[in-house]
């Protein structure tokens, strides 16, 4: 052992390569490994006579995913992840900034705990608590009602596109659990990029003259920036692939990931769930490539 151990002191490569070979073997043949084998899926068809995979390549799949019907659910999905990350940075930015320069330590404390505690419960037992919050006959409802409200909460639900009968079956209400599940992947890193933040360069624009509003947006957004992209990642690829919200709280409109989970399962038609999967992982190929420009990479 003493022996090794000298060998590869002086090869601090070689130490490297061994330290990270098991990681590599992992992420090379299970993670990227399971992505080709369900990119070539995608170039599958089914035999829609015999129920099975002819596993010959088409692009008649990619044919049947460009409908109009699969290009609305597309586009119902990206909608709403980019609602709910704008949602997400927007509340974020207050609480962020009151964590970031709170006035002692134990109220930071107090605020990180609050942000944290939702994510120690089990994340299903929280959309369906929100199912029975959001309910015609839920705690929601009746603190409308004592506010009376009930007018405003009547006419949302007649909105065409995100009514419906109750808040728990309705794209306002999955837009709501969304917001409130993801939120904390927001906070974080916005609260970590206000810390650093240098108080001096706040203290000097002031001395120069400029109002906090200026302030605000010429000095202290561009250094947050980068934190408030870094949290749009998760918030944004977060939504994009989640099925149990609006499997739970939604209406009878589906997004990518229902679409993916009936196909592979109900139907069985393997390559157009495989298809459907390419669709987020193309997006935020992309989405990943804008934030890595923005400075996002460096926020984490």
């Not at 089914?46 to 010959?56: A, I, K, M, Q, S």
């Not at 704008?86 to 330590?105: E, N, Q, Y």
């Not at 939504?239 to 196909?263: C, H, R």
Request: charge should be positive; avoid cysteine.
């Amino acid at each position: 052992m003493r022996a090794l151990s000298s060998f590869l002191h002086r090869k601090p490569w070689l130490a490297t390569v061994v330290l990270l070979a098991l990681p590599l073997a992992w992420l090379g043949v299970v993670y990227l490994g399971s992505l080709l084998a369900l990119l070539l899926q995608s170039f599958f068809s089914l035999d829609y006579f015999t129920g099975r995979v002819v596993r010959e390549f088409t692009l008649d799949t990619y044919r049947q995913l460009f409908t109009p019907a699969n290009l609305d659910v597309i586009r119902r999905t990206v909608t709403m992840a980019a609602a709910v990350t704008l949602a997400s940075a927007v509340i974020a930015l207050p609480v962020a900034f009151s964590m970031a320069r709170a006035p002692s330590k134990a109220m930071r404390t107090l605020l990180y705990l609050l942000v944290l505690t939702p994510l120690w419960s089990s994340y299903v037992v929280r959309v369906y608590a929100w199912k029975l919050i959001l309910a015609r006959e839920g705690a929601l409802n009746w603190a409308v009602g004592q506010l009376k409200l009930n007018w405003l909460m009547d006419w949302i639900l007649s909105l065409p596109v995100i009514g419906g009968p109750s808040l728990s079956i309705s794209a306002a209400g999955t837009f709501l659990v969304f917001v409130y599940i993801w939120l904390p992947y927001m906070i974080l890193p916005v609260a970590a990029a206000v810390e650093r933040v240098p108080g001096n360069l706040l203290e000097a624009s002031s001395d120069l003259g400029a109002r906090p509003r200026t302030t605000f947006w010429r000095v202290t957004m561009p250094l947050v920036f980068p934190g408030i992209v870094a949290g749009s990642i998760f918030t944004f690829a977060l939504t994009l692939g989640d099925y149990i919200i609006p499997g739970v709280v939604g209406n009878s409109k589906p997004f990518i990931g229902q679409v993916v989970l009936i196909q592979q399962g109900t139907a069985g038609n393997i390559p157009l769930a495989a298809a459907f999967t390419v669709v987020p992982i193309v997006i935020m190929g992309i989405y990943l490539t804008i934030a890595r420009r923005l400075g996002a990479f460096e926020a984490m």
